[in-house]
């Protein structure tokens, strides 16, 4: 006996991750781009190796921090967002991904997409603070 | 130089390496890290660290519009994702502990080595506009690693089946190590796993490469941003250029033939390779 053949994802699946990774790209690159409006007028003449030297990222490693940032409305805080957005869009992708083989039964990618989560909410959340 | 000038640079540089990034697989970080550490002066583990989100913003613009086309294989790409994603915790983590011993100039010259090896391969198959037959393992059968495209030049859907899926995970495993360790898509391997050893079009295989290097790039990228070495400020404007120069790449690649693409993607990777070692023995 032979398996079925496996079906071809369907244009709907290839329709809504295209309009997923677009959206979070956008939400990204707007949140950035105006952040980074604010913090050129808040540092007049900031050279590029003072920007180096102050890389403002390191007071919104935690979620506190951040939190502070944002609602204190530092333009830094939200440039970092704007990277967290862009860090999110494929692990979403890949969320996505596992709902629609959970829904079409299909056990070996389920397993897969699953793997692949949980292994990058372990780089995210575990390796990564233990690195630092 | 004052940030005022440096941004329309940065920015520049960032749309050069995401049209090259878009069109070649690649991520286009390959062409940033260089450049921000050779006319920058950025440091290298930033460089790295921007390199990452060089990827990310890549990945999500031309994948878009692949995936739009379906000239990306989404399977295929969420498959070989378990092998790369592992790669990218162990590359990024290395790339901590060799920074942390002052070893960031032996990792330039790491990458450099790393890129030419990819060379000869690609030009040996520099006239070949489609695979041949190919014979799909059971692994490929079963989790139905094959589709179609349709080709704007040839003006045909032209199928394709994944064969040698073993070799390829092995390949994309290397592919997440290196990636994580240099901050690039590392999409020179992925794109050399999905046509040497799956046998899928040129096209299909740069497409679904920067489907993936999106998710391998976001592995590392928790890893570098808690390790500081993400400066948002220069992170930033790079992100918004790269997403520019892939839009348009991705907008030109169904026009070209599987062929060009090859020719753009080889030059790209000598360049930057020797480019590379140079500046890692402290050559300018």
Do not use: C
Not at chain 2, 92 to 117: I, K, S
Not at chain 2, 177 to 202: C, D, H, T
């Amino acid at each position: 006996m032979t398996n079925p053949p496996v079906p071809t994802l369907p244009d709907a699946e290839y329709r809504w991750i295209s309009s997923l990774l677009r959206g979070g790209l956008v939400i990204s690159l707007l949140l950035m781009t105006g952040a980074l409006a604010v913090y050129a007028v808040l540092h007049p003449g900031l050279t590029l190796s003072a920007a180096i030297a102050t890389n403002p990222i390191l007071q919104f490693l935690g979620l506190s921090g951040l939190a502070a940032g944002l609602a204190r409305g530092d333009p830094a805080a939200y440039l970092t967002l704007g990277l967290i957005a862009l860090v999110a869009t494929p692990i979403l992708r890949v969320v996505s991904g596992f709902y629609y083989f959970r829904r079409g039964h299909e056990r070996g990618m389920e397993a897969i997409t699953i793997v692949v989560i949980v292994l990058l909410l372990f780089g995210l959340l575990v390796l990564g603070p233990l690195v630092r | 130089m004052n940030l005022d000038l440096a941004l329309p640079l940065l920015l520049l540089v960032a749309i050069a390496g995401g049209l090259a990034g878009s069109l070649t697989g690649l991520g286009g970080a390959v062409v940033v890290i260089p450049a921000l550490v050779i006319l920058f002066g950025v440091p290298i583990p930033e460089a790295i660290g921007t390199g990452a989100v060089t990827i990310l913003a890549t990945s999500s613009a031309a994948g878009a519009a692949y995936v739009r086309d379906r000239l990306s294989d989404l399977r295929i790409g969420m498959f070989l994702e378990v092998a790369t994603v592992p790669g990218a915790l162990v590359g990024a983590t290395l790339t901590v502990l060799l920074t942390h011993a002052d070893l960031e100039d032996g990792l330039l010259v790491a990458l450099g080595l790393v890129l030419l090896l990819v060379v000869p391969g690609s030009v040996a198959r520099r006239h070949e506009e489609l695979p041949g037959p190919v014979t799909p393992d059971a692994r490929s059968r079963s989790f139905g690693l094959s589709g179609s495209y349709r080709d704007q030049v040839l003006g045909r859907d032209v199928p394709y089946q994944a064969e040698s899926t073993s070799p390829a995970l092995g390949v994309m495993f290397g592919a997440g190590v290196v990636s994580g360790m240099f901050g690039i898509g590392a999409g020179v391997f992925k794109v050399l796993a999905l046509e040497r050893y799956l046998r899928l079009p040129m096209k299909v295989a740069t497409a679904t490469s920067n489907f993936m290097i999106g998710v391998t790039a976001a592995a590392g990228a928790g890893i570098l941003f808690a390790a500081g070495f993400v400066n948002p400020l220069i992170a930033a404007p790079v992100a918004l250029g790269t997403a520019g120069g892939a839009f348009v790449g991705s907008r030109l690649l169904p026009r070209l033939t599987n062929q060009t693409v090859r020719l753009v993607f080889i030059p790209f990777i000598v360049i930057l390779a020797v480019e590379t070692i140079l500046r890692g023995f402290g050559l300018p």
